[in-house]
């Protein structure tokens, strides 16, 4: 029997039998051990106790919601078109000054060539594309040239289309959106949102992020988005 | 080695085993059965963490230092007040791990530390409870401090061959109530504004060197935006540094020169000698 | 004591020598003639200091660590080479002193960082100096790092029993680098800026902790107010202490295993067991 | 003689005549003395390098001029009489916001009573009274009121009569004054100064600092004013 052949290889679980001067009948820990325990325990809650609420302080940010649930207008419809992109300034964070401000490029939505539109399941279009500046690659702002309707990075030479996809360099998926709406006949830009390549929507995401096939399960979103 | 029998080259021999690698003493008995698999695992669980820490032994030598520290002798007499100083300790770590986390979200100037305060008070997770920790915690370490400080007093602790240990003891007196006065700043509200104004013009008051006291705990002749960096420099860097040093200077002191019995049975003991004659 | 004949009570005799106290060996001799007046004072002070040095060092015992850590014997062959650590040490205590007076001026908030880095540098008594040490010797020290690891690479000095030095010295290279990352954003000009935006984002791609990694730095998803803290945070308190602790333990096991010799002289050393033979 | 003496009395000069070995004739200190000597030295300039600027620049502010040397505009003169103060408020310091401002109370300049006035030897008396609210005790805000013309500090009860005088409790001199004069009708404000309590003028000093008799000298002026 395995009971048997471990009472016979171990330590007698008695301390009586292990012949401790002082033990009590049917004492299974020696006192020594039994304090050594509880301190170990007292002091493993104590520090538990101002531990985890300081980590979890310090952590916080990695599991709050990044997005602001805010509208910005950014000017008339008439600013607009569907050829061509508009650079606007928004306001990410009022907190930190001039690095608080981002760049973003602004057309009209073109039903036509925009296809797929990356629309949030069955509502309408988006009516205006709103492109992030920030390279998917590593954040780098990018610039949008007219004539080869081509965006590209200063650092390490990633190049989008038109549409924000991949054209070349070693971007991962499309430039990241904002959603965008008309009210009263200016157009307002809200939350920023990635796309894969096939322009699916997906929570906002940090650059070098893939976001297609399996590789989207490598990169998970923000736990409270 | 022998020098008559030509011996292998170096390299051909077998090396010599190392401490780690000798044969195990066979203490555990041949089993008389198949192990089970559950008491295999367990076997080989407990021999891999033995190893791990048999090869960290080996290479650093701290199982004679930990049993000498941890099964040292103490005097007959030990007691609850004896956990004092360690509380103390307890305390200042617990002030210095709130602290680094607190200096993640804290911006020490003049137009944003209450802001930024009120921001890890009301919207940061746990920041309550975080900056609570470090303002009562901060009385808590100075109140324990006092409690070691009279107990090594009454205990008569301080007595040779303890005199350094004690004057180490003051100094860490003086640096812990110096971080309490650079902290008070830091919320940067009416109070900690006015308190600082009044402590500042306090060390002022000193003849000859108050008004040079004054002038490098200000950065200047006036209240400025220097002041609030340079208080939460000396509260974060300067002051803890020192300390974190003399706690480790106090406790070496303290593990090489032992503690000292309560005075109550050092006095029994007196009389247990003149009984004797 | 002896227990026949009945002593005085403990506190009539007169109380045993104290070691410091003991008559001092009289190993200079009885002068001839008066002392001179500076040589008595020159005696004098000597003797001062040594009875301070005694004081010291009998209520510490250091002078037994003392001298073994100051003539310990050291392989033959010890170069200007084995001076590679104790420079790469030099230079982070440089970093840390020169950081504490940074501080006192620094302001981590993304509206005045800037402007308090030009402050320090353009309006501060030596303050370009004092920058400018902090910034080059940050890449001094990251050079003497990577020279002393390639000491020890090239030395096999990492081998059993140094193991585990090696590896606290490899967490000790990548908590320099972190430093040398987290110290880039303060001064808060455009190239810090991106270098950091780019420097986050490359912690986000990693698979499945990546984009933790990356809001764990920003304090969030974007790059906010609370970055530049943090990451001040980082670069003052949390990285330092821990370099200063493995510094410690590095030391430790640097004094306990003693240095190794050059491998040319253990190469020589084989070769003349050989030719013993 | 005393060379002799101590020739006899201590270690012989030579180390050649010690006996040791390898000896060089006339060598008075021991190589292993002289490298520890040029090591110590060595280390001593290498750290005194970069510790002596960093403490220069931590304390330099205790040896700079801290006075600003501008004139802020109060008013015009039509507020202000000889009889009562008028409380106004300066910027100290912009840098620091809401901390920098100060407020400091206004009066004209009365030649009946003002004896002595605080003027700056052989020139005009100033034509503004201008107290600075910082209670010269420990540097809480005093405050005016004009029933019986005193000055009250709320922390320790400092009382001072119209001219700033102490009139009682525990500050040590008058309260500070500041320059003033007129420029095209309005009343302008410069620089902060002392007074001790004859009304005699010192450069600006600190709450608490005595300025009367002896004291003065044991509260020196920041070296560069």
Redesign the interface.
């Known amino acids: ?2 009971e048997n ?2 009472d ?2 171990r330590k007698p679980r008695y301390t009586a039998d292990r012949g401790m001067p002082g033990a009590f009948e049917g004492e299974t820990v020696t006192r020594r051990g039994f304090m050594t325990g509880g301190a170990l325990a007292a002091g493993g809650i ?1 520090s538990a106790a ?2 985890l ?10 599991f ?4 602001v649930d805010r509208w910005q207008d950014v000017g008339p419809e008439s600013d607009f078109n569907p050829t061509a992109y508009v650079p606007k300034v928004i306001n ?2 009022p ?3 001039e ?2 401000k981002a760049t973003i490029y602004v057309r009209k939505f073109d039903p036509e060539s925009d296809k797929p539109s990356p629309s949030d399941g069955g509502s309408d279009p988006i009516p205006y594309v709103v492109l992030s500046t920030r390279c998917v ?4 702002p990018v610039r949008y040239y007219q004539a080869p309707k081509r965006f590209v990075c200063p ?1 390490h030479g990633g190049i989008y289309d038109f549409q924000g996809k991949v054209d070349g360099g070693p971007p991962v998926r499309p430039l990241d959106r904002f959603e965008a709406r008309v009210t009263n006949g200016r157009v307002e830009v809200g939350e920023r949102f990635s796309v894969n390549s096939e322009l699916r929507r997906f929570s ?6 893939h976001l297609d096939g399996l590789w989207q399960y ?5 736990p409270s988005t | 080695m022998s020098k008559l029998t030509p011996p292998l080259p170096k390299f051909l021999r077998p090396a010599p085993p190392r401490p780690s690698e000798k044969e195990p003493t066979p203490d ?2 041949e ?3 198949k ?2 698999r559950a ?1 295999k695992l367990r076997e080989s669980a407990g021999e891999g963490g033995a190893q791990v820490i048999g090869w960290l032994d080996e290479r650093t030598g701290t199982s004679p230092f930990l049993r000498g520290f941890l099964f040292r002798k103490v005097p007959k007499g030990t007691n609850w007040f004896y956990s004092l100083g360690s509380a103390t300790m ?1 305390a200042f770590v ?1 002030q210095a ?2 602290g680094v ?1 607190l200096a ?1 979200y804290y911006n020490p100037d003049a137009t944003r530390a209450y802001e930024s305060a009120s921001y890890i008070t009301n919207e ?4 309550e ?2 900056r609570g ?1 470090h303002k009562w915690g901060s009385t808590v370490m100075i109140v324990l401090l006092f409690l070691h400080m009279a107990r090594t007093f009454v205990f008569g602790a301080y007595k040779y061959p303890r005199e350094l240990n004690w004057v180490i003891g003051v100094v860490l007196l003086v640096l812990t109530l110096a971080m309490g006065l650079t902290g008070y700043l830091l919320p940067f509200d009416q109070r900690s504004y006015w308190a600082t104004i009044v402590a500042v013009n306090l060390n002022a008051s000193a003849p000859l060197i108050g008004p040079f006291l004054a002038d490098f705990l200000r950065g200047g002749a006036e209240f400025s935006s220097v002041t609030i960096t340079r208080f939460y420099a000396l509260h974060m860097l300067l002051i803890p540094g020192l300390i974190a040093a003399l706690i480790g200077a106090h406790l070496y002191l303290v593990a090489k020169l032992g503690t000292t019995a309560p005075p109550w049975l050092r006095a029994e003991k007196k009389e247990l000698t003149k009984e004797e004659i």
Not at chain 1, 64 to 67: E, H, I, M, P, S
Not at chain 1, 137 to 140: A, N, Q, S
Not at chain 1, 218 to 222: E, M
């Open positions: 029997m395995a052949r471990s016979k290889n104590a101002f531990a609420p300081a980590l979890g302080f310090a952590l916080a940010p990695m709050t919601d990044g997005t990410t964070d907190g930190v000054g690095a608080g690659h590593l954040g780098c650092c906002p995401r940090d650059p070098s992020n490598l990169y998970p979103a923000r | 555990i008995g089993p008389n059965g192990p089970g008491d307890f617990s791990v709130t986390f993640m940061v997770f746990a920041g409870l975080v920790m």
